[in-house]
């Protein structure tokens, strides 16, 4: 009997926390800031030489770290000019932020369908999606799968629109050996709590361009460079600045970032193994040209032969009750309720992300931070359902 149903839970040890508790290093880096008594973003602080890791760490020129990765996606599109009669195409499966950042500056979210195996954004539809409206594409790098970087360049560099990475997911991920981020004008990464690098809140974005990055700081600082003093607002900004504290955090995390990703990777591969041995569920596509995934989080379709009385909710309310935490992926964003007023045209565009987002549980990334132990339960429960619920 499945424990959902009163049986008993395949498992009952919790796994691991995320955010993890705060270490004597986390400690001592708010404090510094603290004492400082330099707590704003205004120059030569903590909020810089995060820019400059971080540029580093994903191998772009340029970094400006911002309040949050929705905000990173608002800025780029507030700073390549997009307004109402715009268009950018992005995927229909993703985080809600990812369209209405292009809505936030009046411009259209045109949902493009997925690739049915890695779940990122169609080129074949976005094609088929192109209009002289078309200003940008979206990829989204969902849970830390890069979006197939060759085909994009080549669909934007022959449509001659821009591409803005929604990197949010994937810290460190790399397509071709190449790390995400700096394949177009620009990247927008996040820092949210459930993040791979968290300070609670944060974001960043990142761009090869100088006169880019000059422009994103103008307006993320109201207008005024960084670090001027006065009143000398010379673009028309807001503020998404983030604060030292924040980017004390986060500086204080690169050290074991690494080390938690190679254990990530491995747990990853380990449960994809166990999946394709016991059919309890179908494990992310390991794409040939995917160098590198941080695995934000790991996406597992029901396995064929599911009963059609089933939909993800209810598998995941029934992992959940077998004692590994699971959640259904995002309802296409077009289906959530703003949309449906604001776009009731686009429902029924992208069968395949409407099907997929019925059909597929992700598994938070704190999970693969667990021993062989913790990876087999997961792949047990999945299994126990797989035959409880099988046709």
């Not at 005024?224 to 986060?250: C, D, M, Q, T, V």
């Not at 990703?261 to 193994?273: P, S």
């Not at 995917?290 to 209810?314: E, H």
């Not at 007023?341 to 069968?351: D, E, H, I, K, M």
Request: aromatic residues 10%.
């Amino acid at each position: 009997m499945l424990a959902i149903d009163g049986g008993v839970p395949v498992r009952t040890q919790r796994f691991p926390q995320w955010p993890r508790s705060a270490s004597e290093r986390e400690y001592n880096a708010l404090k510094d800031v603290l004492d400082s008594g330099h707590w704003w973003q205004s120059g030569a602080g903590k909020a810089e030489e995060f820019e400059s890791w971080f540029a580093g760490y994903q191998g772009t020129q340029h970094c400006v770290a911002v309040t949050n990765g929705t905000h990173a996606l608002e800025l780029i599109c507030r700073g390549l000019d997009f307004g109402p009669g715009d268009e950018v195409l992005v995927p229909a499966l993703t985080f809600i932020s990812s369209a209405s950042a292009v809505s936030s500056v009046g411009a259209t979210p045109v949902p493009v369908d997925i690739d049915p195996v890695t779940y990122c954004i169609d080129v074949v539809d976005a094609d088929r999606k192109l209009t002289k409206a078309t200003k940008a594409i979206m990829p989204v790098h969902l849970a830390g799968q890069p979006s197939n970087m060759d085909e994009v360049v080549a669909f934007a560099k022959g449509a001659g629109i821009h591409i803005i990475e929604d990197a949010a997911q994937a810290i460190g991920a790399e397509w071709s050996g190449r790390r995400v981020g700096g394949y177009g004008i620009a990247g927008a990464f996040s820092f949210q709590a459930a993040k791979l690098l968290t300070a609670g809140e944060g974001g960043a974005v990142t761009t090869n361009s100088e006169d880019f990055a000059e422009r994103l700081s103008l307006i993320a600082n109201c207008g005024r460079a960084r670090g001027k003093p006065g009143y000398n607002h010379i673009a028309l900004g807001s503020n998404y600045r983030i604060s030292e504290f924040h980017a004390a955090l986060l500086l204080s995390q690169t050290q074991d970032y690494e080390d938690l990703l190679i254990q990530r990777t491995r747990q990853a591969a380990r449960l994809r193994r166990i999946f394709n041995d016991n059919k309890g569920g179908i494990p992310p596509a390991v794409h040939p040209s995917v160098t590198r995934n941080p695995w934000y989080m790991y996406l597992v379709r029901l396995p064929n032969g599911i009963s059609s009385s089933i939909d993800n909710q209810r598998w995941a309310e029934a992992l959940t009750a077998e004692g590994v935490p699971a959640s259904p992926i995002y309802p296409v964003f077009y289906e959530t309720p703003i949309y449906r007023q604001l776009a009731p045209q686009f429902s029924g565009t992208c069968p395949v992300a409407e099907k997929a987002a019925k059909e597929v549980v992700w598994l938070h990334h704190s999970m693969l931070l667990e021993d062989d132990q913790g990876i087999n339960d997961i792949a047990d429960a999945f299994a126990k359902l797989s035959h409880w619920y099988r046709d």
